[in-house]
Nanobody
Framework: QVRLEESGGGSVQSGGSLTLSCVAS????????MGWYRQAPGERRELVAR???????HYATSVEGRFTISRDNTKTTLYLKMNNLKPEDTAVYYC??????????WGRGTLVTVST
């Protein structure tokens, strides 16, 4: 079974940058794509970005052009580079791994707080 652990969250001022990391261990051979989701207080969890094993990526409209998702060559570490952060980006960010059967595994989340 895949295990995911996020790091890199923190507090930053509007316009600043952060990079989140997610280390995957366990059955990573079964993973077909990985992604970042976020959940703000009182809101639903939403997709931020996803990257597929072939390298293609998909971004939420709200972060396109500001955030970049990537994986290392071993596909064991997932990154989310976040630039020009806005207060509305404040949320708990979750790492996600999806297998070929569309079964999801989640990390515990890391908090990102953007102040004005």
């Amino acid at each position: 079974q895949v295990r995911l652990e996020e790091s890199g969250g923190g507090s930053v001022q509007s316009g600043g940058s952060l990079t989140l990391s997610c280390v995957a261990s366990g059955g990573i051979f079964s993973v077909s794509s990985m992604g970042w989701y976020r959940q703000a207080p009182g809101e639903r969890r939403e997709l931020v970005a996803r990257i597929y094993n072939g390298g293609s990526t998909h971004y939420a409209t709200s972060v396109e052009g500001r955030f970049t998702i990537s994986r290392d060559n071993t596909k064991t570490t997932l990154y989310l580079k976040m630039n020009n952060l806005k207060p509305e980006d404040t949320a708990v960010y979750y790492c996600n791994a999806r297998d070929s059967g569309f079964e999801d595994t989640w990390g515990r989340g890391t908090l990102v707080t953007v102040s004005t």
